[in-house]
Nanobody
Framework: QVQLVESGGGLVQAGGSLRLSCAAS????????MGWFRQAPGKERDFVAS????????YYADSVKGRFTISRDNAKNTVYLQMNSLKPEDTAIYYC????????????WGQGTQVTVSS
């Protein structure tokens, strides 16, 4: 069992930056593929970014490519999402998620952290 706790959300002006963190419990963090998702009001939850177990492979949604960077520190059981050049359309609840080895999807989810970008 893995518990995920996000932090770092808040209110920022357009063009600003935020860094989200997701701390994971347990001793098997390095075996999980990790991802960030977001859900805006009235919309479905969308994929934002993911990172492989060693951190060497990353993937991004087209909407955030070049602005967001996902990273992880396996020694600290933490995954990060650095968000730069934020836009009002980035406003959403951001969730981190973990996928166990061999799993067909994301097995564990955090409670989410609110990001609000004002224009």
């Amino acid at each position: 069992q893995v518990q995920l706790v996000e932090s770092g959300g808040g209110l920022v002006q357009a063009g600003g930056s935020l860094r989200l963190s997701c701390a994971a419990s347990g001793r098997t963090f390095s075996s999980y593929l990790m991802g960030w998702f977001r859900q805006a009001p009235g919309k479905e939850r969308d994929f934002v970014a993911s990172i492989g177990r060693s951190g060497s492979s990353t993937y991004y949604a087209d909407s955030v490519k070049g602005r967001f960077t996902i990273s992880r520190d396996n020694a600290k059981n933490t995954v990060y999402l650095q968000m730069n050049s934020l836009k009002p359309e980035d406003t959403a609840i951001y969730y981190c998620a973990g996928a166990a080895l061999g799993s067909g999807g994301y097995d564990y989810w955090g409670q989410g952290t609110q990001v609000t970008v004002s224009s």
